[in-house]
């Protein structure tokens, strides 16, 4: 069950177009996504269009921060992926 909604999850993130500069609709996807958690995500926009998207679960005397970013790079402006 739980392999099953990471893998619509992963679909569901690489099917939306976030190219750089272009992330909107990938933040806005992960703000309701977090939302139907029961989770309150806040949205900081970081330029016009552009939001990082962040939650807080819990305080405590220790922190851990676990970052991603949403945006891509198009496949066919590289020669070589790696």
């Known amino acids: 069950m739980l392999r ?3 893998i619509k999850l992963l679909t569901d993130l690489i ?4 190219l750089s500069g272009m992330e909107y ?7 309701e ?3 139907s958690m029961g989770l ?3 949205k900081h ?5 552009g939001y990082n ?7 405590g005397e220790e922190s851990i921060l676990i970052e ?3 945006d891509v790079v198009p496949a066919w402006d590289m020669d070589v992926a790696f």
């Not at 609709?25 to 703000?31: A, D, G, H, M, P």
């Not at 998207?53 to 305080?59: F, T, Y």
């Open 4 to 6: 099953n909604k990471a």
């Open 15 to 18: 099917s939306i177009p976030s």
């Open 25 to 31: 609709e990938v933040s806005e996807y992960i703000y």
């Open 33 to 35: 996504y977090l939302s």
């Open 40 to 42: 309150n995500p806040v």
């Open 45 to 49: 926009e970081v330029y016009k269009g």
């Open 53 to 59: 998207v962040v939650v807080e679960l819990g305080r």
């Open 68 to 70: 991603s970013h949403m």
